[in-house]
DNA sequence: ACTGATAATTGGAATTATTCCAATTTCAAG
DNA sequence: CTTGAAATTGGAATAATTCCAATTATCAGT
């Protein structure tokens, strides 16, 4: 898993926004999840970073999921009380829910535009200042699958 | 801790829906989840059960809560990873977010309207077909509070 | 390059909410 | 009452995550 040069700098200020260092398991951690559009776990994530890191420990990979986190650079998805997932956060201001299929386990990103998140602001107490607002579907997906033929999953 | 007649009613129909018994620890356990207006973790509602039934076992409270909950009584909150917290829900067509107050720790509900549904469910591909929806926002309160003077928390 | 100070990583132990399980108790119906 | 199913119980087990002390890597200043 290799860091395109763009990913790569904007990784670097990232931390060094927030005084920390870019090491080789930051970069890879960041790769893996920044080129994982299936939301997987930090298990899943662990073995796929192992892949071009081989020592790399688990306590590492939780530990930089969560810098990447604060740093914004990563966002953290929970389902009940599933383990929790990841997922690239590439547009800070950009908002997305998601839909999570309990029939296949598969997730999937739904864009919110700005009119949603300003209908969502206005119902809340007006001295609610919001920091975060997670929005999760859960459901069945009867659809077409991105190849383009309906299956039920 | 004493349950209404109306809700005894309530909670034996609905039980019985699903062919399931009531018992004096399920009456209990849904009688101090009525009354928590506070979203308690099953811990804080294994101790307010225990005042009316002392040899309850905190198996029984999170067996409870699991059959309350798929009876569609109460209603199992979740953030981030904390203890799951659990809130009555009284009526099954009105659907509320959860508001999580990080400096307090406190939650409040937030009551959607229909019409917010219905937005939410015109941003979803038309084939995913909806079982729930979980809101939650996090940030601070620096309101007023329900006994109407305004404070840090 | 070298050195010291600081930050990051590591392996393994610890934590903790929750679930599981086998044994007992309760309940409702015949 | 008896009997079978359902519910409860205490304690053990699970599993994701966090903690911790020891090691290793990195950076800034010489």
Redesign the pocket.
Known sequence: MMLPTQAKQTLESA?AEH????????ECVFAVVAASMDHP???AIYSRVRES?P??????V???L??LVSCGLVRQVNFE?E??RYCPLSEPGKHHAHFHCTRSGKVFDVHLPESFMKDLEALLPPMFRIDKVDLCISGQNRGENPSGHVEPD
Chains 1, 2 share one sequence.
Not at 55 to 60: F, M, N, P, R
């Open positions: 931390l005084g920390l260092r870019s090491t080789r398991q930051r776990t930090a298990d890191l020592g790399i420990s688990l306590a590492t939780y530990n930089t969560e810098t009380r383990p929790s």
